[in-house]
């Protein structure tokens, strides 16, 4: 059974940092591309970051750029999405999801999806 599990969401102050986490089980982990996708309150979803089954390629939403970080352990089935200088705007549910294809993972096409978790930047 493919799970994707999120966490290390909450409540963070503008300027502050978050770290979340995906933990992949049911696939070979290390075949597939991983992307954090979230939804703003209110709005579609979107692309945060991407990563290749091998880490050797990254792509970023602009506003993020310098501020947030992903990486991948294909050792522990582990996703993280480090973000740093958090602004309000970031706040919204953010899902963690799978292919083996990056194209579909950046484009929301992704096989397999994570349930999300909350992430609220509020002072």
């Known amino acids: 059974q493919v799970q994707l599990v999120e966490s290390g969401g909450g409540l963070a102050q503008p300027g502050g940092s978050l770290r979340l986490s995906c933990e992949a089980s049911?696939?070979?982990?290390?075949?597939?591309?991983i992307a954090w996708v979230r939804r703003l309150p209110g709005k579609g979803l979107e692309l945060v970051s991407g990563i290749t089954s091998d880490g050797s390629n990254t792509r970023y939403l602009n506003s993020v750029k310098d501020r947030f970080t992903i990486s991948r352990d294909n050792a522990k089935n582990m996703v993280y999405l480090q973000m740093s200088s958090l602004k309000p705007e970031d706040t919204g549910v953010y899902y963690c999801?799978?292919?083996?294809?990056?194209?579909?993972?950046?484009?929301?096409?992704?096989?397999?999806w994570g349930q999300g978790t909350q992430v609220t930047v509020s002072s």
């Open positions: 049911g696939f070979t982990f290390s075949e597939y591309s």
């Open positions: 999801n799978a292919d083996q294809y990056f194209f579909r993972v950046v484009s929301g096409r992704a096989s397999y």
